[in-house]
């Protein structure tokens, strides 16, 4: 799996949670529970949804690293290599 | 021989309309079977039944409106047939029936409506429908319905995603301006007719959290706790010493009731707040009570909460943490007595055995009512909660 093919299905997860917002045209730096207006719950759901569809672990000590887009595509990429 | 009823989903609900049947005469149900479809002013309600049993038969068809507390169906035991009485005695079908005298005067009030668009501009549609177009984006209106009096039922949607292809609007689904209007009018209500009083207290949270994330860290994220769910239990716990902040304010005055119904505010995308109830948290485990608030918020944010959830919460849990904020002090829903509210978990120097070190804490407030209780009461109320917190284990 690409860096773009996490990208999708990162973008295909956070327009679950809030399809109002164009996650594409998103600034990657920007705090995505600001961006999304995520609380834990969502962002329970979300760590749930990407861990099942990646088929990777994303223990919770890891949540920071999925504070931004950019910073999230990233870690998954990476969790995604290193498991394959 | 029971009555279902068509449920009061608040104050100003008269009457509201039968969509569907989800349950055939003969079905054998349980307590807490969705049973029938109800369109009302606030929009169309999964109605849920309260107790077991077998639907004997209907006494009103679909697209029929009726006022509310007309019975809707018979419900047997499911034991040999005994004649039918001639008269058959109303006893309504409540959460808390065999708990709980039935509160008199109205039922309790509902002031925050899901889908609260005006009926006139909100197309019949069953749940599932509504549910699947929301999914699918699909915009109600430009359907037409196939079901009982033009409502809209699955197959309609089925075929309108067939032949579009639009992008989503779950968003626009609801009315905020209809939302605020109705959270306007029930604080206004609460604020004009409820003496509140406010405490508020620092809760050390150090060893919940450090409990979470130890069994957090075992555990899948289907599986995982979040602390909203060690909150619900420890007001819980502490209620069943308090039954001052558990009930109904109404005419006859304060009426505690044995069921722990705990509403939850939900925030709703958008704007607007709802705050179904999560049923009897007082016997349900950790596990348990995370499982129905996760189920819980999301049913909240696609419209398809049931009437029960709507119609009794005994207590309402705000935890506005979530948001960042120390402290929230909350406006009760009437007519129930009492709101706790969470701040966000932070880290602070905090004095304890002589020593000073950095702890992890959070607020505690409580908003309750003067006319069920007194700020002493509710000092141990809150000081409780705090102790049960402290052994996160137990919780």
């Keep these: ?84 | 021989m029971a009555e279902f009823l068509m449920p009061s989903l608040g104050a100003d609900m008269e009457a509201g309309t039968l969509v569907e049947w989800l349950k055939q005469p003969g079905d054998r149900v349980k307590r807490g079977d969705v049973v029938a479809v109800v369109e009302t002013q606030k929009g169309a309600i999964e109605v849920d039944i309260f107790e077991d049993g077998i639907i004997e038969r209907w006494l009103v068809e679909p697209g029929t409106t009726v006022p509310v507390g007309t019975p809707l169906a018979l419900i047997g035991s499911g034991e040999p047939a005994a004649a039918i009485p001639a008269s058959i005695p109303r006893v309504p079908v409540s959460a808390s029936a065999s708990e709980v005298p039935p509160a008199p005067g109205p039922q309790p009030w509902v002031p925050l409506p899901i889908e609260p668009k005006p009926r006139s501009h909100r197309p019949r549609a069953s749940p599932a429908a509504r549910r699947w177009a929301a999914e699918r984006g699909i915009a109600l209106d430009a359907l037409t319905g196939s079901g009982p009096r033009g409502a809209i039922v699955l197959d309609d949607v089925e075929r309108a995603v067939a032949s579009l292809a639009p992008l989503p609007t779950a968003a626009k689904r609801l009315d905020f301006g209809e939302m605020r209007r109705a959270i306007a009018a029930a604080m206004s209500r609460s604020k004009r007719e409820i003496p509140h009083y406010y405490l508020s207290t620092t809760v050390d949270l150090t060893r919940a959290l450090a409990w979470l994330e130890t069994v957090n860290a075992t555990r899948p994220p289907a599986q995982r706790l979040l602390l909203a769910a060690l909150l619900l239990r420890a007001v819980a716990g502490a209620l069943g010493k308090a039954p001052e902040f558990n009930g109904y304010y109404t005419a006859e005055g304060f009426q505690p009731t044995a069921g722990i119904h705990i509403g939850a505010a939900i925030a709703i995308r958008g704007g607007g707040l709802i705050a179904p109830a999560i049923h009897d948290v007082n016997r349900l485990s950790l596990d348990e009570v995370m499982a129905r608030l996760r189920d819980l918020v999301a049913r909240a944010r696609s419209g398809a909460l049931r009437s029960s959830e709507l119609s009794d919460p005994t207590i309402t849990v705000t935890n506005l943490g979530e948001r960042g904020v120390e402290a929230v002090f909350g406006i009760i829903y009437p007519p129930q007595v009492a709101l706790v509210g969470f701040g966000a978990p932070v880290e602070r120097p905090w004095a304890a055995s002589g020593q000073v070190a950095l702890r992890r804490v959070l607020t505690a407030t409580l908003a309750a009512d003067h006319r069920a209780s007194d700020g002493h009461r509710g000092a141990l109320f809150l000081a409780d909660i705090d102790r049960r917190l402290q052994n996160p284990e137990a919780l």
């Design chain 1, 1 to 84: 799996m690409t860096r773009n093919d996490v990208t999708a299905v990162l973008v295909d997860e956070l327009g679950r949670i809030a399809p109002e917002i164009d996650a594409i045209g998103l600034n990657p730096d920007a705090d995505l529970r600001e961006e999304f207006d995520i609380d834990s719950m969502d962002f329970l759901n979300l760590v749930t949804a990407l861990s099942q569809r990646l088929q990777i672990d994303i223990p919770e000590i890891d949540y920071p690293n999925l504070a931004t887009f950019g910073h999230a595509v990233k870690y998954l990429t990476q969790k995604l290599g290193t498991a394959g």
